[in-house]
DNA sequence: GATGAATGAGATTTCATTCAT
DNA sequence: GATGAATGAAATCTCATTCAT
């Protein structure tokens, strides 16, 4: 029975901790450090999570269902069966862009988990299950739908499509986070436009 | 004046580092286990570094080193004068190729640098002028050349499509290595020759 | 907010920092024998100062505040005031028992302090401007008196025999301490007495 | 057989570890510091002195040496005898003035053996037999001839004299080598004048 | 529940000393 | 004799975790 107050003190733990691993990886926080931007007592944090890996447990479990959240097969479908009278092509678009600020969104999370997994191996395979796993369902459910689509498209192996298409999605959101200091940098909804443009121009049949 | 010996001495402390800092990342690595692992003392570590952090400047120095190397903007013309007769296709799946593999074998070199610089600076800095700049500038140089050819390509601003082009090499790149896990991936040669023939198909006007 | 118990903690371990310095010299000095001294563990310490030189600082500013209380202008005016009645050299005898005094229960913070100045250049400046400038404006002071009086005294340079009858003190002084091997030393009272009487019968015009 | 350049060697060492010592104190000084210092490899220390301790007894046996030169009883009396014609107070103003000289010249040697005696047992015994006995033997001397010219001086114990006089003696020195900073300092020569006239007249019988 | 002082194991770093060349 | 690389014991310092209040 958490209370209020509790839940609270919890989730000020855990956006603090959140913030400090982002900014100094899991190993490189400190507990201290934590306690100080979430303003509660050091030891307060041992009340919520027994360790400090333990935190790293939550954070995991928290992106987790924030992308279930987001992520899943049956909504994918539910756009797509909504926007039936759209091209695939304008459909993407939406996805992409919806993705994107949702990667904006918990760009934090998945910063940190992306780079934790090397080094626990227990968020490395609850990743894989829960995370990978999904991701590529999804788009390869797309490209499968294409597949099908045999006159328009080229005949190339629907999961080697996905896969470049997952890499290059993800290869140029993770690009523009790291360019965050540039000031002149391309709208996302350009850069989607013409990434998708060539991507679907690229398999098409002559 | 290194003696053969120090010299030997310092790389096999390097060696451990880099293997270590990527097995437990900078701040999860003890100098402890670096010592264990290049088979020196622990102190001796100190003899060829002033502190721990020092190593992992020695690591971006070396990156650096390697990365002008491989890959610099006269060697990249160098390849396309040298294959003039060859497609730009064929071209770039070449250096696509070559580029990989460079990527594998220096791959925990890169993976270290490109995760610590998100915690520290002064990598950071320097690997924004020493690496990034270098590698938009190729990739800038090569989409510049295609624009030229106005009548074979589509009318798209060549820094976009350059951009679009580094995502989804490294993308596909990274996700290749994370995948490490699996038995059945597609070999590369494939992969970079599907995302090569997508990539211009796509860009070519019909 | 320091809690009653933190206070006595960093007393005790302030206490024993003092003794293990007196004893071996702050470089000589370890943490580990500071913490088995104070009773506390190692890393207790660092709690309270942030490094091992901090501690030194802090002994520092310890010395300066017991110095600011028991030697100041208006205590030494005071003290004049309230002897009107009384020689000037009975009057010196009596500060400078009282000094004496206070140099044996504060020998040791003298000692690290006067000892370690000499290799931290930021002790030595605030030794200078906190401790010893106060000094020589107080036997100034004193002597200026004297030169006043100018039938009774010789015509000699206050400042001068200011800084011989500083000279001469601390010099008894620390005679005195570093021969507390000795047992048949003669007692401080006696000493004084006769060192002001020769003195001042030395300054006074025949 | 200790050759030339051995003997340099030696020497180069000495003086490097005495110079080191003095700025950094005995602890705070490093075998690696004093063999840059001295322009030698750091284990070519260990060839001329078997520990860093060694170092110290080296210097404090050099210490010794020295002052026996020119502090003994002997070349004290013989100074008197050579001054016959003068006062006891040009005498003694001679030699304090020659001390003076011999303590700046050697205030190095005098500082860390001064300072390192509390911490070495060896080294404090070595002092006060070897150093400081002499120093009281000579003062007592010269105040031992005064007290039996009972006629012009006061009765005072010749031992306390001596006493009080060493105190104001050395006192005035190390007040003076410790304003170093300073800039306007009066001539040893006025100081020494002023010390001795004051002095003398004071045990003088009015 | 919350606090924060205290702990002590372990991390980084220093440095006198050794020894192969 | 001289060197300086290597050592490892010990020093300084950090920090997750405990526990009395």
Same mark, same amino acid.
Do not use: F, L
């Given at each position: 029975m958490k209370s209020e107050k509790s839940k609270n003190t919890q989730e000020k733990i855990f956006n603090a901790a959140l913030k400090v691993f982002s900014e100094k990886g899991f190993s490189g926080a400190t507990t201290s450090e934590i306690s100080k931007e979430a303003g509660?007592? &050091?030891?307060?944090i041992f009340r919520y999570y027994k360790t400090k890996k333990d935190i790293l447990r939550g954070v995991m479990l928290e992106y987790v269902e924030r992308f279930e959240e987001f992520a899943n097969l049956e909504s994918l479908k539910k756009i797509i069966r909504e926007n039936k009278d759209k091209s695939i092509e304008e459909i993407l678009k939406i996805i992409l862009l919806d993705r994107y600020k949702v990667f904006e969104k918990n760009y934090n999370i998945m910063k940190v988990i992306h780079y934790e997994m090397q080094f626990h191996e227990d968020i490395k395979s609850m990743y894989i299950e829960k995370i990978r796993e999904k991701e590529y369902q999804m788009s390869n459910y797309i490209f499968k739908q294409i597949k099908i689509n +045999? &006159? &328009?498209? +080229?005949?190339?192996d629907y999961k080697l499509i996905s896969r470049i298409f997952r890499g290059m999605m993800f290869g140029v959101f993770f690009q523009r986070r790291s360019e965050m &200091? +540039?000031?002149?940098i391309i709208p996302i909804e350009k850069e989607i436009d013409v990434m998708i443009d060539v991507f679907f121009n690229g398999i098409k049949k002559k």
């Open positions: 509660v007592a &050091e030891g307060t +045999k &006159e &328009e498209y +080229k005949n190339i &200091e +540039k000031d002149n």
